[in-house]
């Protein structure tokens, strides 16, 4: 018994020591920050003096940014904008061509291989090209439309399609990751079922809604999820490709807080932001996973 006791002591031991380094690195690079920053929004500082001379009041920042600051709940709402778009057409759009390419044996390691090729692309290199197809004057789109006698669009300049055209760009960036998600999710349904199906006369589209969607759902909600989790937090493609224009009609809330923050000096104030929008990422990720979960044990069980 004591053998035992001190073999499974052993193991355990070892088994902290090769995680030791990637919890130093969490609680380095994740939890201090994380913390720090909760504890910064209670202050006024402006980055100038050490922290320990930030002056405290308490909850101004969180009262000034609800109640009296005009452009963060703006922000909100184009992030909000942004979210909806991208995750419903980036989810749609990646469950469709992972359909297909699951029906289309032949050509798939090359279809794949298209498809992912945006996702290893870096997300900055890939906004300086689409701002340079999206460009009113000498742009690829533009272009296009000429083509086809059509008049020639302000695409990242306009006020109606600025978001637009950071959503489309977005959506073929990551399209490629989620398809393959998805497509790991479609193989893993047992072919029986649709074997069975077939042979009682089921069409493509009922086998689609009654036994492929079921059975995905975990899928598709690790996809919505972290589809989700990555809108609210979009910058780098709106920051490069709009910077928050035209007229504040692409200003994000991590834009808008990475400008008080850096350019205005107040990191309290934008420490509030961040926490705000933290809790309200989390309240969105706990009413999905509870939308989904109960959803799809009702599809299931009819």
Sequence with gaps: MRLNLNLRASKTLHAYIFLTPVIIFLVVFTVVPLLFGIYIS??????????????FIGLENFRYILLQDERFIPSLLSTFY???GDVI???????LAAVALNSNRRFRVFLRTI????????LVAVSIVWSYIYHPNYGLLNELLSWVKLPPQQWLTSITAAMPSVIAMSVWKRLGYYMLIFLAGLQAVP???FEAATVDGASK?????????????PTMLFVLVVL??????????????????????TRVTVLYMYDTAFS?????????????????VLIVTFVQVRLMREGGMNTYTN
Excluded: C, H
């Design 42 to 55: 209670f202050f006024r500082w402006n980055m100038l003096v050490p922290p320990s001379q930030a002056k």
């Design 82 to 84: 942004f979210t909806i």
């Design 89 to 95: 057409l980036t989810a749609v759009i990646a469950l």
């Design 115 to 122: 498809y992912f090729s945006p996702v290893i692309t870096p």
């Design 191 to 193: 072919q029986e079922l």
């Design 205 to 217: 589209t009922t086998m689609f809604r009654r036994i492929t969607l079921p059975l995905i759902k």
């Design 228 to 249: 989700t989790i990555e809108a609210l937090q979009v910058f780098t493609q709106i920051f490069i490709m709009t910077q928050g224009g035209p007229v504040d009609a």
């Design 264 to 280: 205005y000096l107040r990191m309290g104030r934008a420490s509030a932001m961040a926490f705000i929008l933290f809790i309200i």
